[in-house]
């Protein structure tokens, strides 16, 4: 007997809810993945390097993508924030951003608290430079040119902390000016709107529907709740979320390729990248779902996986078949064509698939790959033998991420301009 596991829209409305914001805590925790594998082959310059380049050819890309799906069509502060509380870069709470809007055209921001800096700081004051000014000040007019390309962030004050221990973490101001020059598209994200992950065409929202918001056409909210939402647009959301780490693997694997000496040495970052956020996302899926260690808390932990999805995108599906879990992988995907983390796993290589296993239960294994009529069909089968967790994975739990736990901030309340007398 075969029984297909969910995908995001087989999910309930509470448990979408519950969803989103650990694929959104999920793709910060890529470059927790990958960067320690940069800065061992490369040194601490370069991976500030690679880090720039993958988030300048992603976000534009993937913040107007969710701009489109959720009807974002201002081109003011509002909009941007918007935007931001649906990034991968902003993780609600663990990157605890607090906006405040004074017009149409000006705001800024702080970050009461930010797991990256957690994470950096202990490294010392050269690292978290290297994250919060080289890294930021690119990044975030990336990030701001989806909305308006004459916008600006630019810090009033950012780390490292002085004095020591200070709060809030960070301060941005964010401004739009008309007299400012526009500034360019970059050349990466040029190239990604082009990639078959700039242009998939995901779930489309029911407007109908009635069980929740199906736009963000309203008022910007403080500590947006997902369970507020409707069950079709929490669907779309967690694919274009699922989506947003596959351009920003993209991005990775593009910068890597500059710096490498050879293509041997950027596949093997790329699948340590790939291996260890494949095992703490799964871990953290499971634990945030309350799933078991069965066939079919395995397959759904895989049909549900960021870094396996979105299912239009990857056609990654799997499947419980009787004792075990079947998960096929097409080699002709449009994944597949742009050449990311699917193009890794064959059967040589299943060590993504091992970590998700082994994060689901230890006893799982992928005990045989078959490539065949275009798919690579992937068994995995319980054994007597305890799979260890991965150095990949050790390593991606240094992140303060990994054992992070959302809390329950109430219901949404709509964010007011300062000056409205509101």
């Known amino acids: ?15 979408l809810a519950v969803l ?3 694929l959104l805590l999920s793709g910060q925790l890529i470059d927790r993945s990958g960067m320690a594998h940069l800065i061992s082959a490369f040194g601490r310059e370069v991976m500030g390097q690679v880090a720039i380049e993958e988030w300048m050819a992603a976000s534009p890309v993937y913040t107007q993508r969710m701009r489109t799906a959720l009807g974002i069509d201002g081109d003011g502060v509002e909009d941007m924030f918007k935007c931001l509380q649906l990034d991968i870069g902003a993780p609600p709470q663990f990157m605890d ?25 202990p490294m010392g004051d050269d690292y978290v430079t290297t994250m919060c000014h080289d890294i930021e000040d690119p990044t975030f007019d990336a990030t701001a040119i989806a909305t308006n390309r004459r916008a600006r962030i630019r810090p ?44 998939v065409t995901l779930t489309p929202i029911d407007a109908s529907a009635t069980d929740g918001l199906v736009d963000y056409r309203g008022p910007l909210l403080a500590d947006l709740q997902f369970r507020e939402w409707s069950h079709t647009a929490l669907a779309r959301i967690a694919e274009e979320i699922a989506l947003q780490h596959q351009l920003l693997s993209l991005g990775f694997l593009w910068s890597v390729r500059r ?3 050879d293509e041997a040495q ?3 970052i790329y699948r340590k990248q790939l291996t260890g956020i494949a095992g703490l996302s799964a871990d953290r899926l499971r634990r945030a779902l309350t799933l078991g260690a069965d066939a079919s808390a395995l397959a759904t932990v895989i049909n549900l996986h960021p870094v396996l999805g979105p299912l239009a995108y990857t056609g990654v599906a799997a499947e419980v078949r009787g004792d075990d879990v079947i998960v096929v992988v097409p080699t002709e995907s449009d994944a597949a064509v742009d050449g990311g983390w699917i193009a890794l796993l064959d059967a040589d ?8 296993a082994t994060a689901v239960d230890a006893y799982w294994a992928v005990s045989s790959a078959t490539a065949a009529d275009g798919v690579t069909e992937f068994v995995m089968s319980r054994g007597d ?11 991606a739990r240094f992140s303060s991420g990994a054992d992070f736990e959302f809390t329950d901030r109430g219901r949404s309340i709509p964010i007011t301009p300062v000056g409205s007398g509101v």
Request: aromatic share 8%; hydrophobic share 30%; glycine share 6%.
């Open 266 to 268: 950027v596949r093997e």
């Open 349 to 356: 290589h299943v060590e993504p698939l091992q970590a998700i």
């Open 156 to 199: 009033i004050h950012r780390p490292p902390r002085r004095p020591e221990g200070r709060t809030p973490h960070c301060e941005w101001t964010v401004t739009i000016e008309d007299d400012r020059d526009e500034l360019p598209l970059p050349s990466d994200a040029q190239e990604m709107f082009g990639t078959r992950a700039g242009t």
């Open 385 to 395: 033998a305890a799979h260890q967790e991965s150095g990949e994975v050790a390593i």
């Open 20 to 22: 989103v914001p650990e």
């Open 1 to 15: 007997m075969t029984t297909l596991a969910p995908a995001y829209q087989g999910l309930s409305q509470s448990q």
């Open 97 to 121: 951003f607090r906006y405040e809007v004074t017009d149409k055209y000006h705001g800024s921001f702080f970050l009461q608290h930010c797991g990256a800096l957690m994470d950096v700081e």
């Open 259 to 261: 710096h490498a000496t």
